[in-house]
């Protein structure tokens, strides 16, 4: 299986900081990675796909870069809204795995 | 507008087995992928196991930590998912979410995902 890890695993910030996130895969997998956002009690949310590809209805401050084993996401300047966990998850092979998550408060 | 509702969770006792449901509207469920995850309270997410459509066989595939003990299944005409879980354990105990294959040609990128149901395992 892939090994997702993600740095670091919590991350204290204030609105209107940049923030960046890591993830990196225990074996190349391309660009095959996606990023995804989960507020409390709520599901994950779709952010980033193939690893630098904004989804629909995401905005703009949000962005991911990266490949191989090494990848980022970058919150341009944070929101309110945007105080939550962020998952990488590989698409590269099954079983999909995920980073363990980044808690950003 | 495309929306996931997942139903059936609940407590159920160790051994014993729970269907879970993900009944879907707003798109046409039988091109995509589903895939059901599941999240142990306060920790991370796991993916259990996806559905193909029918033009690829409806085959499925499973987490190693769920292979023999659960089965996913569609009733496309119904816009329905299904998880069969049987022989459950305590470690089970978790929000289970379904999601959609984020393109009809996608298989390993899920948007959007239902609201999640929780299932309890415990004596």
């Known amino acids: 299986d892939i090994q997702m890890t993600q740095s670091p695993s919590s991350l204290s910030a204030s609105v209107g900081d940049a923030v960046t996130i890591t993830c990196r895969a225990s074996q190349s997998i391309g660009v095959f990675l996606n990023w995804y956002q989960q507020r409390p009690g709520k599901a994950p949310n779709l952010l980033i796909y193939t690893a630098s590809n904004l989804q629909d209805g995401v905005p703009s401050r949000f962005s991911g870069s990266g490949s191989g084993t090494d990848f980022t996401l970058t919150i341009s300047s944070l929101q309110p809204e945007d105080f939550a966990t962020y998952y990488c998850?590989?698409?590269?092979?099954?079983?999909?795995?995920f980073g363990q998550g980044t808690r950003l408060e | 507008e495309v929306q996931l509702v997942e139903s059936g969770g609940g407590f159920v006792q160790p051994g014993r087995s729970l269907r879970l449901s993900c009944t879907a509207s707003g798109f046409t469920f039988g091109d995509y992928v589903m895939s059901w995850f599941r999240q142990p309270p306060g920790k991370g997410l796991e993916w259990v196991g996806y559905?193909?459509?029918?033009?690829?066989?409806?085959?499925?595939e499973y987490a190693a930590s769920v292979k023999g003990r659960f089965s996913i299944s569609r009733d496309d005409s119904r816009g329905i998912a299904y998880l069969q879980m049987n022989s459950l354990k305590t470690e089970d105990t978790a929000v289970f979410y379904c999601a959609r294959a984020r393109g009809s040609t996608s298989l390993a990128t899920f948007a959007p995902w239902g609201q999640g149901t929780l299932v309890t395992v415990s004596s």
């Open positions: 998850q590989q698409s590269y092979s099954t079983p999909f795995t």
């Open positions: 559905i193909r459509s029918q033009a690829y066989g409806g085959t499925t």
